[in-house]
């Protein structure tokens, strides 16, 4: 069945995103990059995740977070994490970070790696959710190696039929992925993908 379109700016559309998540379905949502899917970080929501996008499930998926304060329960901020979150979060940056080892997080959200990756959007919607769920798993809106999906509509049309909903809150404001940077314990920061935050940009916040 293809996935119904919401307006995001409905009264009842944060409300009715929250009981399909909670009911372990996939969720389109705006993010001010692409659009992604969501799932609650559970194996079963991972799973209907990874099949959806036709997705190695060694990649892992990235958690979109509405505060540090919960990526400090999930993982290590270390001090050059500390700096890049800083100057861009709320934005387009994932930051892998290691995770803590008292908070063991599943496989097919880490591909079996002891890091996750991070993001603190800037848009109302996935943040919202968050707050109230906590950290959503979160991947683009697309079949794996397909275009990324600008509107909701080019949503339904990749993987319609595997989402329950769709938030619309019309074209999406960048339309380039996050950039992807590792920040290890030991060791320099690691630019994995380039995205809408130059490398250069990148790490010359993390000199600071």
Request: cysteine-free; overall charge positive; hydrophobic content about 50%.
């Given at each position: 069945m293809t996935a119904e379109i919401l307006d995001a700016g409905y009264p009842s559309a944060f409300d009715r995103a929250r009981r399909e998540l909670e009911a372990g379905r996939?969720?389109?949502?705006?993010?001010?990059?692409?659009?992604?899917?969501?799932?609650?970080?559970?194996?079963?929501?991972?799973?209907?995740?990874?099949?959806?996008?036709?997705?190695?499930?060694?990649?892992?998926?990235?958690?979109?977070?509405?505060?540090?304060?919960?990526?400090?329960?999930?993982?290590?901020?270390?001090?050059?994490?500390?700096?890049?979150?800083?100057?861009?979060?709320?934005?387009a940056l994932t930051l892998v970070l290691p995770q803590r080892v008292d908070h063991p997080l599943p496989e097919l959200l880490t591909g079996g790696r002891p890091t996750i990756g991070v993001r603190l959007p800037n848009h109302p919607v996935p943040r919202a959710l968050a707050r109230i769920l906590g950290p959503l798993a979160v991947s683009s809106a697309n079949i794996s190696g397909q275009p990324d999906s600008t509107t909701a509509k080019q949503v339904v049309a990749s993987v319609g039929d595997e989402v329950a909903l769709v938030l619309d809150d019309g074209p999406v404001r960048g339309g380039v992925p996050s950039t992807v940077v590792a920040c290890p314990e030991d060791g320099e920061i690691q630019v994995l993908r380039a995205g809408a935050i130059t490398e250069a940009d990148v790490r010359a916040a993390a000199q600071k």
């Open positions: 996939i969720v389109g949502i705006p993010t001010e990059t692409v659009y992604g899917l969501a799932v609650l970080p559970d194996p079963e929501g991972l799973a209907l995740l990874v099949e959806a996008k036709r997705r190695s499930a060694d990649k892992g998926i990235a958690l979109l977070v509405d505060s540090i304060a919960q990526v400090r329960r999930l993982a290590t901020v270390t001090p050059v994490a500390e700096l890049l979150a800083k100057r861009f979060w709320p934005g």
